[in-house]
């Protein structure tokens, strides 16, 4: 049984940051840490987490000139994450530069997610930079290229899951944030789906923030994340989500 719940670390205090990361350990599949700790704290704040052994996920949404990017993914080879992010934005060569820096990898290779749209964002943010195209149409016209492009899965949305798992098949991976438990609030996040549904719709893995890290025991609401993924999708026979049956 792999748990797929990253939880999203999101804060500049490396104090905080490993006493959470210490309650959750064995509670979630892994950390994601982001660009608020990374610019406080640096690539070398995320080696505290080393001694946890739980997989790594460092959200840093790289996005500049090819050479740049390649350049950055190489700096970041050394904390042996699991995941690294970049915008698919930036398009096919910057994508192709990171995937060939990652490649050459001596020691675990990480695997690099693409960003499509942030979950922040709907159609109107989209119309607003210029994006004219619906929401889903500029997430797969983005998840294709990064799949051509050498990147290894991406970050959506739970709208697009069905889609993109249909669309870019079953290998690829589909990290999905904008997780809310139904006892959970939505905060800042427009397109959400429960842990359960998004599951079972396809997703590889969970992101899943404020629901735990703003609780009054993050560890307790961890598990109880957890224990309602693989209750409800091993309760229901007819369930194909893969997870753990």
Known sequence: MINPVFCAIDTS????????ATQLKGKVGGLKVGLEYMMANGPQGYAQFAALGLPLFVDVKLHDIPNTVA?????LLPLQADFITIHTGGGAEMMRAAAQAAAKATGKRPKLLGVTVLTSMDASDLKAVGQDADT???VERLALLAK????????????EVVRLRALC????????PGI?????AANDQKRIMTPREAVMAGASY???GRPITGAADPAEAAQ???????ASCCDDKKSSCGCCC
């Open 13 to 20: 205090d490396p104090v905080k940051a490993l006493a959470l």
């Open 71 to 75: 350049g950055a993914v190489t700096s």
């Open 136 to 138: 889903a149409a500029q």
């Open 148 to 159: 051509e492009s050498g990147l290894d899965g991406i970050v959506c949305s739970p709208a």
């Open 169 to 176: 098949g079953p290998d690829f991976i589909l990290m999905v």
């Open 180 to 184: 809310r438990p139904i006892w959970a």
């Open 206 to 208: 969970l992101v899943i």
């Open 224 to 230: 109880r994340i957890t224990d309602e993924i693989f």
